[in-house]
């Protein structure tokens, strides 16, 4: 009998993953090519969109042609990938400037001009704050880092563009359009833009009051759909560039967080998961929207219908774990270049080496700023207790645990949103292919920690799952049976009282030092 099939494309921040899975969610194979981005001056961060469509047509060519026994079971392609990106786009399609990416803070002023008032509550003037946290439970980012941010910034400093510009599309959504020639968003994905009224979890829908206080043109956003709609199917010319049949669906599909969501299994209220890849995140689904503004978490419409998701984002994670490379191990300065192809099972070897607690050497990983439990884009990195006795393995361990030490201090209020402590945390993300990493975050967090199979897959598999939500092959209640787990941690209980007390202390670094993090680099 035959297997239908979904092409799940997840456009990471370093390039696209193309992937075939079944309608259940088994894999098949996959296909990765790298894209670059480009950091400017005043907090910029740009990628270029035709480069991610000629990467995926890459990737995609690579797979189809291992799998040429396959191509005719594909049903529908189904994108996701980094959220919070902003790509303008004319009325025929094409991208008139680079995309800004997630990272892009050069917004920060104009966010601020229009959150701003007379009467303020942690920087925001209250009126606004009444407004948007009633309709959309949130409100943008004073780090100016969200797609409003990015489109007033064009607005303000690229007026040209911004006339021209047809619609402001995410950067799945431009993916979608090289597709189908549909200027489609979803409603998951356009909560980001803080200009969609979400009180009714069934009838989302974009509010002129809020368009009105952001100062946009509300005609140069994207029609809305359910995120497992189909909303067409491949166009003649990207059939064949993709190397597929022009009768292939495509699915409306979400963004990383929430497609990653769905690929970790924990699909209810008393289960979350953790990702830890270039970034992270600590999410979990709830029944109902709320929102913490204190540390910039959010209760959002999510891809599955009728649910809302926990969303918040640490910056920078696993990148700490590339920046160890690329510019303290390996750095290009002619002392030792090339880092070995195994680098990361030799740092986990290395930072196994080293006792729980690294020496008490603490790590704080704010490489990039910080979006939560804080939102400082003043913030930096360091390590923090460093000595002579200290050594290459207590540095790595320290980065490990850094990085968990932040998700200890979002899960509380990720928790107290959520109203009840998490049974189990399922993790994904490259940082889950590290079973020390989880040990670590076992013990950290004090939760059940369980290593799904295939992490890297998560975003991809989610993806697949919404699919196949879709087209009628799956119910969202069989998502969890459907995952898999690798491996599951418990907390080590002897490391209890030393995490607790490294913890304690780690939050003090950031209280003590936040005035100079500001002075430094404001």
């Known amino acids: 009998m035959e297997t239908k099939l979904i092409l799940a494309i997840d456009l990471g921040t370093s390039g696209p993953k193309v992937t075939l899975f079944t309608v259940t969610g088994e894999y098949i194979d996959d296909d990765f090519a790298h894209t670059g981005y480009t950091l400017l001056p005043s907090g910029g961060a740009e990628q270029d969109p035709e480069e991610w ?79 948007w946290l009633r309709r959309t439970g949130g409100i943008p980012m004073q780090a100016g880092k969200d797609p409003i941010a990015h489109i007033l910034f064009i607005k303000e400093n690229l007026p040209d563009i911004y006339e021209k510009t047809y619609k402001f599309l995410e950067p799945k959504d431009f993916l979608n359009l090289k597709l189908t020639g549909e200027f489609i968003s979803t409603y998951d994905t356009m909560v980001l833009h803080w200009v969609t009224d979400n009180r009714d979890i069934n009838n989302i829908k974009y509010s002129d009051k809020l368009i009105s206080l952001s100062g946009i043109d509300g005609n140069k956003l994207p029609k809305m759909v359910d995120a497992s709609e189909v909303i067409g199917t491949l166009s003649k010319k990207a059939a064949t560039e993709l190397g597929l049949p022009e009768k292939t669906k495509v699915i409306a599909g979400t963004p990383d967080i929430n ?100 020496n008490k050497l603490i790590f704080t990983p704010w490489l990039y700023g910080e979006r939560s439990p804080i939102e400082d884009n003043f913030v930096r990195g360091g390590f923090f207790n460093l000595s002579l006795q200290h050594n290459r393995r207590d540095m790595i361990r320290a980065v490990f645990e850094g990085v968990a030490y932040n998700n200890r201090w979002l899960l509380k209020y990720v928790e107290k949103i ?8 399922n993790f994904i993300g490259g940082g889950a292919r590290s079973d020390l990493w989880s040990q670590i975050l076992a013990d950290v967090l004090q939760r059940e920690i369980r290593q799904i199979e295939r992490p890297l897959l998560a975003n991809a598999r989610g993806a697949a799952f919404l699919a196949s939500i879709g087209l009628g092959y799956m119910k969202v209640g069989d998502i969890s049976e459907k995952t898999k787990v690798k491996t599951s941690y418990q907390p080590n209980l002897k490391n209890k009282s030393l995490y607790d007390a490294l913890f304690k202390e780690y939050l003090n670094i950031y209280k003590k030092n936040k005035g100079i993090y500001r002075r430094l680099n404001s």
Not at 297 to 325: D, H, M, V
């Open 259 to 358: 497609s990653a969501a769905i690929g970790s299994g924990a699909i209810d209220q008393k289960h979350a998961h953790i990702y830890i890849g270039t970034s992270s995140w600590l999410a979990s689904y709830i029944p109902f929207k709320k929102t913490d503004i204190f540390h910039n978490i959010g209760a959002l419409p999510s891809a599955l219908k009728g649910k809302y998701l926990i969303t918040n984002e640490q910056e920078t994670a696993g990148e700490c774990i590339n920046y160890l490379r690329d510019n303290v191990f390996f750095h290009k300065d002619g002392l030792n270049t090339v880092a070995p192809d195994d680098y990361y099972e030799r740092i986990n070897q290395l930072a196994g080496e080293s006792p729980a607690g690294s």
């Open 53 to 131: 469509w000629q990467a995926i047509k890459i990737a995609s060519q690579n797979l189809l042609k291992r799998n040429k026994d396959k191509i005719a079971d594909i049903e529908a392609v189904s994108i996701t990938g980094q959220w919070s990106g902003t790509v303008a786009v004319d009325k025929n399609g094409q991208h008139l400037m680079n995309a800004i990416n997630w990272m892009d803070s050069r917004g920060a002023e104009q966010v601020k001009k229009i959150t701003d008032g007379l009467i303020k509550i942690e920087g925001y003037g209250v009126s606004k704050v009444y407004h």
């Open 418 to 425: 959520a109203g009840n402590q998490f049974e189990y945390i």
